[in-house]
């Protein structure tokens, strides 16, 4: 029995609306004037918080966020305390172009983010004092009456007073794809989820047919939307993958800066160098060790993928997520708009003579028949239609190119749809069928019915749930047109057939009536029909989902479907998408409830569909996966998705049809709504992520190969090959556009047949290790020699084998840019030409330095001079060394992995 109690306590759900209207103070006839005034003054207007905006100025201090920005920082302050003007203003102008980037970058994705949100003020008519008015839906209040009809949005939580063929849209709170009946009565289950409160509407969904009277429960923040955009204050956003790397890679980097300036004070000390002088080489090795031009790369290269991301529809709102979704291990994404089309489809249809799909998805009246089983009758096919298409109040018409308006229960439009297939049109079909009575479908009787006449006769066409209309026949229509007995147990092995994989079944039927009826006096229930068939249909799956689940499974990684629709209706999609297999199976929010946390750990680990979950199952759902070590992307457009948007390592909100809550907790939003852009998205962010280890392994093996320079000619007792200044302009025309370049960098082969990598993995692994030793022994061992040669044997003075040095360094680092393309392809087989602008990159900068060497103005500010050509060319013999180095390095690595795939015979 329903609550009797009208305390404070009980939900409404369980209230009957005279309880309801008693302990909120109120009465069908509305409140008074005075009251709403008093209730808006104390409870505040009937909208959400406007979402936090980052200010510009926050967006650019934002920028100079992080362990390596301080770094560099740190060693500009160094610079101004030794008066070392030029090095502070050169790190200071590095620190300046790179928060440029970012602040200009992040502005543009805001206002991006800002245009997509859509703030929606309806008028609302309301009861009050006796009176029907239509207000401002931020006017409302708790307590007031309020009038909805079909097309209207819900602006705020309500208990229903009354209804008739009420139908709602609740999958942006529920993620229920099929539309909701209400009912008034009281409900026993106190713990009841909102798909579940019959009696409830809820704020933000919409009303696709009928009309309600609603007493308002809760305005504003107090909604269930309201709840779950304020549970986002409470939900902490995890860090994207790019940014938790970085920040050790930048502690690495910071830490091993600090023991090579010691080392090197220590030793300068200990070969009785002056403390003044160890000190000024100490500075230099800081600057050489640190890559001044990371943060700048870093970021150029986020740019550059967000640019790209954009173009493919998945608009990233920071940098630092740009490469996130390329990091993810685990996509865990609703069913209703994001692998669906939200929009209902009729795929089979059942008659006396067979089984037949519909082909095609959505509202686009394009699509086949094919048949299943039996024969194909056209004429049984065509009668099922008419009478679908006839016992229906939508509409469906074409607004421009492919796009269709539509208006009326989804039901209904799917029907239309259907029979647009197969060349009829309900505005075609009344001017011969002329309408004479319609009878509107109610929850309570299951069915709806139009009475039409043709010429003399008069016919009753019925649609509805199956056994309400079986149980009106009293024969069926055959194959070919002709009355045949009716097989009542075949029918229902068809229904159940049909129902098992998550349709929504309808039965039609059609008979003959008395010719005198007219709108007044039309019988509610017909009897003694024909029974022409069932018709299955479901919330289509996008034609595109299949080949980008396809697609994340080649990329090892794993889809979990999580959904507040029903489980049979998930697990079909799931299926039919490849999601999961056939026999695999679906856990349920009840389930889940009953498990312990080691109990749902398990069931995070190896069951790949959630159904009726509630936001919090979502929200414990990302949080497990994450305390597993996966990477989490999370994908919805409901405000039920919010709080696992924030949460997840990188949230994925619908553009079109996702909420603004939803829009707000996401760092990532597909504008089309396409689950497929999310695959163009992983492939970008791969992209973005190599070429990010492509720019670091760059700066940091030439890094370390300057350092291991500096260190190699102090312990040989040699002066300083180059002055830091000098180091500081190598990395500038080695590094400046050349990272641009790598940035541009097209994906590897095979990018998307590879698993991500490991959420722990470093940016400095295993693999980069080893290359930096390779490449920073030849760089340390070809200028430190180079340099003892050209003082020793040679005879030339500091300044003439100091400039030769600076060439050499030149030169093996536009050569090395070209061993950075890839960790693993020879630079035999990859083509300068697939990268024209790195190409072009490397030789402007040898121009530039070229030009730098021969203009007094630079040769004075740099120490530089002129070189023979037969000079140069033995600077560039020897700067090609590293590149016969990195090359052997990846024909080994090559060797190994071909060697490891060759399984082992017994």
Known sequence: MPLTSAGMDAPFHTLSVEQSLKRLGSSLDGLTREEAAARLARDGRNELPPPKRSSWILILLRQFAGPLIAVLIAAAVVSVLLGDINDALFIGGVLVFNALIGFFQEVKAERE????????????RVEREDELQEIDSVDLVVGDIVWLESGARVPADMRLVSERDLKIDESALTGESMAASKDPAPLDDLEAVAADRVNMLFAGTGITRGRAVGLVTATGVN???GEVAAGLEQTRRAKPPLVMRMEKLSRHIALGTVIACVAVFGVGLLRGFPIGETFLISVALAVAAIPEGLPVAITLSLAVGLKRMAARRVLVRRLDAVEGLGSCTVICTDKTGTLTLNQLTVNRIATAGGLHEITGAGYSPEGEVICLEGEQSDTALKALLLSACLANEATLARA?????????DPTDVALLVA????????????????????????????????????GEDLAVHVKGAPEQVLSMCVNALGPDGSTVPLDEQAVRLRLSELSSTGLRVLGVARGPAPSGISREDAPIRPEGLTFLGLVAMRDAPRAEAMEAIRACHDASVRVIVA??????TALAVAIELGVVARGARAITGREIETLDEDGFATAAREINVFARVTPLHKLRLVQALQQRGELVAMTGDGANDAGALKAAHVGVAMGKRGTDVAKEAARVVITDDNFASIVGGIEEGRIVHDNVRNVVALLVTTGVGEVL???????????????????????LVTEGLQVIGLALEPGAKGILHRPPRPPNERILNRLMIQRTVIVAGVIGVAIAGSYGYMLNVAHMTPFEAGNLAVLLLVLIENVHIG???SEYESGFTNSPLRNPWLLGAALLAQAVHLLAMNWEPTQKMLGLQ???????????????????????HKLWLRLREKKAAVPVEA
């Not at 421009?400 to 009326?408: I, L, P, T, Y």
């Not at 959904?563 to 049979?568: I, N, P």
């Not at 023979?868 to 016969?884: D, I």
Request: with cysteine; charged share 20%; glycine share 6%.
């Open 709 to 731: 320079a500096i260190l190699l000619t102090i312990l040989a007792g040699l002066p300083m090959p180059m002055t830091a200044v000098q180091l500081l302009w190598a990395n």
């Open 400 to 408: 421009k190119g492919d796009e269709f308006h539509v208006s009326g």
């Open 819 to 821: 061993n950075c393309r």
């Open 563 to 568: 959904t507040g629709d029903h489980a049979e």
């Open 113 to 124: 983010i800002i245009r997509l949100f859509t703030l929606m003020r309806t008028m609302t």
């Open 866 to 888: 002129p070189v023979s050509v037969t000079m140069w060319l033995a600077m560039f013999g020897l700067s090609l060394g590293v590149f016969a180095a990195v090359e052997l």
């Open 419 to 454: 029979g647009r297939k197969l060349g009829l049109k309900r505005e075609q079909l009344l001017e011969e069928h002329i309408e004479v009575a319609p009878v509107p479908f109610e929850s309570d009787r299951q069915f709806a019915a139009s009475y039409n006449r043709v």
């Open 223 to 225: 909604t269930e939307l």
